[in-house]
């Protein structure tokens, strides 16, 4: 069955517009694995606007399901934090500064020689590692050559599409998958899932180990509560 890992970048992001504490970013990390919740991703991003390096530091040492520390490698700080963290998975995403959110995968052929470095490095402390690609067969093929043990497919396009035409929408990330599986990679996906694409996600991707997801899980609490909501998600993930 695929994992959820819930994205709490969006619980940090409500606490530090007040200051404070409030909401507690580790006790909503603690509740999402008490609900079922199969792993906790964080996305720190250099300028700390949600999760803070010192969040990691308290979740690596209470949380006890998978830990994904989602992030650009090409900022050294970001690299010490994941080594000082020895996470379950790093994922890594090639954010340029100040971007408000992720929008593009690794071009893992025109990077293929630095990510192999990248990958060895945090390979060699024992951490798994997933490079986030673009739903294209040789984006895959060529991220198996850097060693990755997974991929996460960035489903931006897939969500947009989604409500307009599903079959067009789930038809490169079927054949990015299939490519996944042919080079023997893990596969792992995520950006703006949620409640109305999941299902249909998980049923038409073969080999989907795990899905990552913040921002609609997160909104949808509001309105339904978090225990009810990844309730919702497990159940679009069976
Ligand atoms: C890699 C990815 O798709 C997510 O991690 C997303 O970028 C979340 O980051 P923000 O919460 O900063 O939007
Ligand atoms: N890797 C994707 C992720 O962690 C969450 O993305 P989103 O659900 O906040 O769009």
């Not at 593009?104 to 020689?113: E, L, Q, R, V």
């Not at 596969?187 to 703006?192: C, E, I, P, R």
Request: charged share 25%; glycine share 6%; proline share 3%.
């Amino acid at each position: 069955m695929t994992k959820l890992s819930v994205n709490i970048n969006k619980i940090a992001t409500l606490r530090n517009s007040r200051g404070g504490n409030v909401p507690n970013v580790l006790s909503a990390a603690l509740a999402c694995e008490r609900f079922g919740a199969e792993g906790i991703t964080v996305h720190p991003r250099p300028d700390e606007r949600h999760i803070r390096y010192q969040d990691v530091y308290n979740l690596k040492a209470n949380i006890q399901t998978e830990f994904n520390i989602e992030g650009n490698c090409q900022e050294q700080k970001f690299i010490d934090l994941v080594l000082a963290n020895t996470p379950t998975q790093v994922t890594l995403v090639p954010d340029a500064l100040g971007q408000i959110t992720s929008n593009h995968g690794w071009d893992t052929i025109k990077h293929k020689d630095y990510l192999k470095e990248m990958v060895k490095l945090f390979k060699n402390e024992g951490i798994r590692v997933s490079i986030f690609v673009d739903p294209v067969e040789d984006m895959v093929e060529a991220a198996a050559e850097t060693g990755t043990d997974r991929i996460e497919l960035y489903t931006e396009a897939y969500a947009a599409e989604f409500g307009f035409n599903k079959e067009e929408a789930i038809a490169p990330y079927f054949k990015a998958a299939l490519k996944a599986r042919e080079v023997g990679l893990g596969l792992n996906a995520g950006h703006d899932l949620d409640l109305n694409n999941l299902a249909y996600f998980n049923q038409h991707i073969p080999g989907l180990l795990e899905v990552s997801i913040g921002h609609a899980l997160i909104a949808d609490a509001l309105y339904l509560g978090l225990e009810e909501t990844i309730k919702r998600y497990l159940a679009a993930l069976k």
